[in-house]
């Protein structure tokens, strides 16, 4: 099972209304797990960026002035993309916009859900919070997520916060790697570079002498409990 976990930053809130997408980010996940593929674009918008979109990201139209535009990379983006399940809080946002984009940038492409399944975090949330706040902050606080670097809005950042927040909320484990796994942030992020970061990492093998201590009757009856929930929410399991 390959998900992408996407995020957008615009230039303002409505993509009918022409706004455009300014930042896109997408973190791989294989079978649940960060394989440390990701892909992280700046993109030169040719509108200005509303003063409430700016307030939110911080971005602005002369850092982005040598970003390439979106026909530019929208190839790329929809090979990383294409037959993965995009996971994205509050998707049908992010999907306008993505739509938008490909239209503009041909007529070959196609609407993003030709290509992938999409799954709102936002709507599961509701369904498992109901008249609970459910933004990516207050989920952060209620599953524990470190989000105190979280200034501003960004769609890498962003990202990386909601695929902590989705594992925890879908009964996955966000610990079951080190570090090391993650990939690091491209260094050139608020750099002028226009290049677009793919970056991949694997994990360091060690060795570890630990004690076996078996599950008891009474655990594997809670283990099996706990997967049975999984399925629920998520339609599979592929831990037994």
């Not at 099972?1 to 022409?18: N, P, V």
């Not at 911080?58 to 530019?72: E, I, R, S, V």
């Not at 952060?140 to 200034?151: A, F, G, Q």
């Not at 927040?165 to 610990?175: E, H, K, N, R, S």
Request: proline share 4%; with cysteine.
């Amino acid at each position: 099972m390959r998900q992408i976990i996407l995020d957008t930053e615009t230039t303002g809130l409505s993509a009918t209304e022409g706004h455009q997408i300014l930042e896109i980010a997408g973190i791989e996940l294989i079978n649940r797990r960060p394989t440390g593929r990701r892909y992280h674009q700046y993109i030169k918008p040719t509108r200005a960026i509303d003063a409430g979109a700016a307030a939110v990201h911080g971005l602005t139209n002369a850092f982005l002035a040598d970003k390439p535009l979106f026909p530019a990379i929208a190839e790329e983006l929809l090979a990383f993309l294409i037959d993965a399940e995009l996971v994205i809080h509050n998707a049908p946002f992010d999907i306008s916009f993505i739509n938008a984009e490909f239209s503009r940038a041909g007529a070959h492409f196609k609407p993003i859900a030709t290509h992938c399944k999409v799954l709102d975090t936002l709507v599961l949330a509701r369904k498992k919070h109901p008249g609970q706040q459910n933004s990516l902050d207050a989920l952060c606080r209620r599953y524990k997520v470190d989000n105190s670097n979280r200034e501003l809005h960004g769609a890498l950042l962003d990202a990386d916060l909601l695929m902590q927040v989705y594992l925890a909320m879908t009964g996955g484990q966000t610990t079951l790697f080190g570090p090391e796994i993650q990939a690091e942030a491209p260094k050139n992020s608020v750099s002028n570079s226009p290049v677009t970061t793919i970056t991949t990492a694997t994990a360091n093998n060690q060795a570890f002498n630990l004690k076996v201590i078996y599950a008891d009757a009474e655990e594997c009856d809670a283990h099996e409990a706990r997967l049975e929930a999984i399925r629920k929410v998520s339609g599979e399991c592929l831990w037994g």
